[in-house]
């Protein structure tokens, strides 16, 4: 059975870092495109970044490119998203997911964690 | 960058109503558009992708349609667990990204 689980979420301060962890079970993180997607409160959502399933290529949203960056663990079968420099509009329930079909179709999902930036 | 806009934002809706979402891509995706329900509280699900085909599970009143720049979602009748708000995404093409529309919240009227 997929399954998907974040955590790392909290509050943190304005301009600081925090790394989002996302362990999956049912599938390897290795051979899936593996994505980031947020949602800040009461907004819709927004692609946040991915990595394929060869961990060769990542790329970023605009809004967080240069400051968030993906990467993941094969030996624990975890994604990862390490946030810096971040904002307020970065508080937001951040979604790990994964593709099915094709890579950037969002088949599986977790249940999100939330990023709280204050000042 | 492709933009994805949708409409209505809200639509308001009896139980046995047919609704239609429309989804208006900025350059052409050709058949690359899918379709999320998310509920409240709830993470995105995946319904519709390729345009017309249906996730595995989703039951048959929902359907889509369209090419290029113009897509529909179509919910036949809708039932009660069909209220929630609905998304569409580009999910392939010229450039990296999978783009949401801003969504379409059906609500009860």
């Known amino acids: 059975q997929v399954q998907l689980v974040e955590s790392g979420g909290g509050v943190v301060q304005l301009g600081r870092s925090l790394r989002l962890s996302c362990e999956v079970s049912?599938?390897?993180?290795?051979?899936?495109?593996m994505h980031w997607v947020r949602q800040a409160p009461g907004k819709g959502l927004e692609w946040v970044a991915v990595?394929?399933?060869?961990?060769?290529?990542?790329y970023y949203g605009d809004s967080v490119k240069g400051r968030f960056a993906i990467s993941r663990d094969n030996s624990k079968n975890t994604l990862y998203l390490q946030m810096n420099s971040l904002r307020g509009e970065d508080t937001a329930v951040y979604y790990c997911?994964?593709?099915?079909?094709?890579?950037?179709?969002?088949?599986?999902w977790g249940q999100g964690t939330l990023v709280t930036v204050s000042s | 960058d492709i933009q994805m806009t949708q409409s209505p934002s809200t639509l308001s809706a009896s139980v046995g109503d047919r609704v239609t979402v429309t989804c208006r891509a900025s350059?052409?995706?050709?058949?690359?558009l899918a379709w999320y329900q998310q509920r409240a509280g709830r993470p995105p699900k995946l319904l519709i992708y390729?345009?017309?085909s249906l996730q595995s599970g989703v039951p048959s009143r929902f359907s889509g349609s369209g090419s290029g720049t113009e897509f529909t979602l179509t919910i036949s009748s809708l039932q009660p667990d069909d209220f929630a708000t609905y998304y569409c995404?580009?999910?392939?093409?010229?450039?990296?990204?999978?783009?949401f529309g801003q969504g379409t919240k059906v609500e009860i009227k």
């Open positions: 990595i394929s399933d060869n961990g060769n290529d990542k």
């Open positions: 995404q580009r999910y392939n093409g010229y450039s990296p990204g999978g783009t």
């Open positions: 049912g599938f390897s993180v290795s051979s899936y495109a």
């Open positions: 390729k345009t017309s």
């Open positions: 997911a994964r593709s099915t079909y094709s890579d950037y179709l969002l088949g599986y």
């Open positions: 350059q052409s995706v050709s058949q690359w």
